[in-house]
């Protein structure tokens, strides 16, 4: 049973079952649309929404230097990214990825987390769009039924009806074709980062020294009860739970990391770029590098100009301006983030729907789930279902613990992904590489490091919640992942048939299963 628990899908045979007519993806992508996916996806969230909530909550001012711990975890595992999207340029990322280096029980443990992660991480974008599209109403004089803007009315039920609405027409924009989702990012990244830059010059006019003052806030205690909301690095070594201070930096950055899990989606997009050995490291490392100077460059202004402890958190960037006395801004900005937030949305949830048809394609999902649009080429099944289930969880959604489950998720695919690429130089030091990993094994390892040390700034609460998606998912690999793979299926027809590749007395050595200590089995 261990065997085929760790039986890893090769290199070779990945690529192969991407060229099956039923399973094609089409190659529409250039290097150029993945730095602007990477870009569309990672200028959102942490700039427009996450930075009033790291600031106010746990960073205040220091919450820039909170971006830049988050950004120089992202460096070292999209050094690890870029080199697995460039060897295995399959749709799935990390998923396909820990399938040829790990094997087929960790590839699905990934997955589920990777299931996870851009499933929430679209419908807490959603929620954040919503909330700057509440602000524009308000501006306008225009205000929805409480029950309709995701607040409790005074009946207590509350459905955001924007977020569920955004997220059900851009799942019709995903199953209509890549191409076209491209050329909508192209046009709102223009636009979002334009906004991005009027945030910068203009804000600087009105930025306060004394709102720096002080630019790491003292520590303060968690209030009693509360122990399950510190951060578990705390509660593990016995230290006083507290916001704020130096901790409060590291668990700011554990929140604020959410907004750049971007080129994670960009390695996603690998099966549908034209030339995916040379592009998706471009993507990936080009967009990050872009977004974390603007990300440190925004926080450092809106922290300057109205004081941390009095930032919102639903519209941190355009309240700032109002409280400035400039509502022009305010609108201006409003606008931007509500068409920034639609890529953001709209990527994660392409993201989510690869995962899923890469998981479905080699049978630990179901496979009706595998097939392309005749037409459009698109994995419409999966999209049409995760966007439709999305949109209900957005309705009633709560932004800031979606947001540490997001994390956390994207955190353990981290390790996942850095492991597998100290193991794939061991097993295959063959495999074409069109960009290398520098200074492997050091890299990835200071890459787990730091992922890890990220999670466990996260609060208790969000790790037993993690474990509890976790233990589902283990259900469900061993009621039907386990026998329905393809793998299997593969190992169960090379035992009967004779001469077969993989059984007794075949010829050369077994190219579709086998342990996880050899990766081209």
Not at 411 to 428: G, K
Not at 429 to 439: G, I
């Amino acid at each position: 049973m261990s065997n085929s628990l760790f039986r890893t899908k090769n290199v070779e045979q990945s690529i192969q079952d991407t060229e099956e007519p039923e399973h094609a993806l089409r190659k529409s992508l250039s290097a150029l649309d993945l730095t602007v996916f990477g870009v569309g996806v990672i200028i959102g969230t942490g700039i427009f929404v996450l930075t009033g909530t790291a600031a106010k909550n746990t960073a205040g001012p220091a919450v820039a230097l909170s971006f830049v711990v988050a950004g120089v975890v992202c460096a070292l595992a999209a050094l690890c990214y870029a080199e697995f999207a460039s060897a295995v340029p399959v749709a799935g990322s990390a998923y396909t990825f820990s399938y040829s280096s790990l094997g087929e029980f960790p590839a699905w443990i990934i997955g589920w987390d990777l299931v996870l992660e851009l499933a929430l991480g679209t419908a807490v974008v959603s929620v954040g769009w919503s909330g700057y599209i509440h602000s524009l109403l308000d501006n306008a004089g225009w205000h929805l039924p409480e029950y309709l803007a995701g607040r409790d009315g005074a009946s207590g039920f509350g459905f955001d009806i924007l977020a569920a609405a955004l997220v059900l027409v851009l799942t019709a924009i995903l199953v209509v074709g890549m191409k076209l989702s491209a050329r909508v990012t192209t046009v709102v990244v223009a636009i979002k980062v334009a906004v991005v830059l009027v945030v910068i010059i203009a804000g600087a006019f009105f930025v306060k020294g004394a709102n720096y003052d002080p630019f790491v806030p003292k520590s303060e205690p968690v209030p009693a009860g509360g122990n399950l909301k510190a951060p578990l690095i705390q509660l593990m070594f016995g230290w006083a739970p507290s916001n704020f201070g130096v901790m409060g930096v590291f668990t700011a950055a554990s929140v604020v990391f959410f907004a750049f899990i971007g080129f994670d989606v960009v390695a996603t997009a690998a099966e549908e770029t034209r030339n995916p050995q040379r592009d998706v490291p471009r993507g990936i490392l080009g967009s990050l590098v872009i977004c974390t100077t603007l990300y440190v460059a925004v926080s450092i202004v809106v922290t300057g100009m109205q004081k941390y402890s009095e930032l919102s958190v639903d519209a941190p960037l355009a309240d700032a301006f109002k409280a400035t006395g400039h509502p022009w801004y305010a609108g201006l900005i409003s606008f931007g983030a509500a068409v920034g937030l639609t890529t953001v949305c709209m990527i994660l949830l392409l993201g989510q729907a690869r995962v899923f048809f890469a998981m479905s394609r080699d049978g630990l999902l179901p496979r009706f789930f595998s097939h392309t649009h005749p037409r459009f080429r698109t994995p419409y099944r999966p999209t049409i279902l995760l966007g439709v289930v999305i949109a209900i969880v957005a309705g009633f959604t709560s932004l800031s613990v979606l947001a540490e489950l997001v994390n956390i998720g994207t955190l353990f695919a981290f390790v996942v992904v850095a492991i597998s690429v100290i193991i794939l130089r061991n097993t295959r030091p063959d495999l074409p590489r069109a960009f290398r990993t520098p200074w492997v094994p050091v890299v990835p390892i200071l890459s787990v490091c730091a992922s890890l040390w990220l999670m466990l700034n996260l609060p208790a609460e969000t790790w037993v919640r993690f474990a509890v998606w976790m233990a589902i998912g283990f259900v469900v690999y061993f009621v039907y992942g386990r026998t329905h793979s393809r793998l299997a299926e593969r190992e169960r027809t090379a035992g009967s048939t004779p001469g077969a590749p993989g059984s007794p007395g075949a010829p050369g050595p077994d190219t579709s299963s086998g342990t996880g200590s050899g990766g081209t089995a």
